[in-house]
C-alpha cells in the first residue's frame, strides 16, 4: 500500500467510518494531516497501536487540545486500551502538568466514557498507603535512575528538601507505583510529556536515561518521540531527539 492507502486503512481502524469533519471546509489541510500522521508516522518504528494511543493521549493533555483528546480516547478504545490504561495514562500527567490540566483532560475522558457507557469510577489502582507512599516512591526513583537520587536528596539546600520528598512520596509513590500500566510504559509516556512541555530539557535528559535503565532501548524513544511530532511540531521533537542523542550518542 502507499501512504494514502495506509492513511485510509489506519483512520478507519482508529475511528470508524466516519469522514474528519475538516474535509468539509479545509481538504487541504486535511489531506496533509491525515496522510502524514496515519500514512506515515504511525508506521514510523515498532510501537503498536496501543502505545501510540497511550503516547497520543498525554501529549494532546499537555497541549489542552481537549476535543483532539476527546476523539483519541474513542480510538485509544478502539484499538483495544482498557479504560483502566487510559485513566493511569493521563494520572501519569499530574506531576508535571499540574492538577488543573489534568483534571480538564479527565474531564474530557470521562465524557468518552459516558458516551461508550463505561461505568465511573474504575476500580482503584492505588498501591501505597500514607505509611509507606514515601518509602515505596523512593525505591521506584531508585529503580529508574539509581544512585544519583541519593546524592540529588544529599545536594538538596536545607529548605528545599521537602521538594526532594515531594518527589518520591508524590510524583513517584502516588502515581509510578499505581496499577494499570508497567513501569516501562509509565516511564516511556513521561519522556513523550516532558518533550510535549518544552522548556524542561534537563528533566528530558534524565528521563531519558530513565528509560535506559528500564529496558525502552533508543529505537523505542525515537519510535516514541516521532509519535508527539504531528500533536508537538518541529521544535520540540528536534530539542527532545538533541536531549536523547547527548545521553544515547549514535555510537553506543
Known sequence: MNRIEKSREKYKELFGDGVPAG???????????????????????????????????????????????GANTHAALNVGLTPVAIKEAIYQC??????????????????????????????????????????????????????????????????????????????????????????????LLTLCILSALGGAENQVKAHVQGNLNVGNDKETLIAAITHCLPYMGFPRTLNALQCLNEIIPESR
Do not use: M, W
Not at 496501543?50 to 493521549?57: A, S, V
Not at 529508574?144 to 513517584?172: M, T, W
Open 94 to 187: 499530574a506531576p508535571y502538568l499540574g492538577f488543573p490540566k489534568t483534571l480538564n483532560a479527565i474531564a474530557e475522558i470521562n465524557a468518552v466514557f459516558k458516551d461508550r457507557n463505561i461505568g465511573l469510577p474504575l476500580e482503584s489502582q492505588k498501591q501505597v498507603e500514607e505509611n509507606n507512599r514515601f518509602d515505596k516512591g523512593l525505591a521506584v526513583q531508585v529503580e529508574i535512575f539509581g544512585d544519583v537520587i541519593a546524592k540529588n536528596r544529599e545536594n538538596a539546600p536545607s529548605h528545599q528538601k521537602h521538594i526532594q520528598d515531594y518527589l518520591s512520596s508524590f510524583c513517584f509513590g502516588d502515581f509510578y507505583t499505581r496499577g494499570g500500566l508497567d513501569l516501562k510504559t509509565r516511564e
Open 23 to 69: 474535509y468539509a471546509t479545509d481538504p487541504d489541510l486535511q489531506d496533509i494531516l491525515t496522510r502524514f500522521i496515519f500514512g506515515d508516522v504511525f508506521y514510523q518504528g515498532h510501537l503498536d497501536d496501543k502505545q501510540r494511543e497511550l503516547i497520543t493521549l498525554v501529549v494532546l493533555a499537555t497541549n489542552q487540545t481537549l476535543p483532539q483528546l
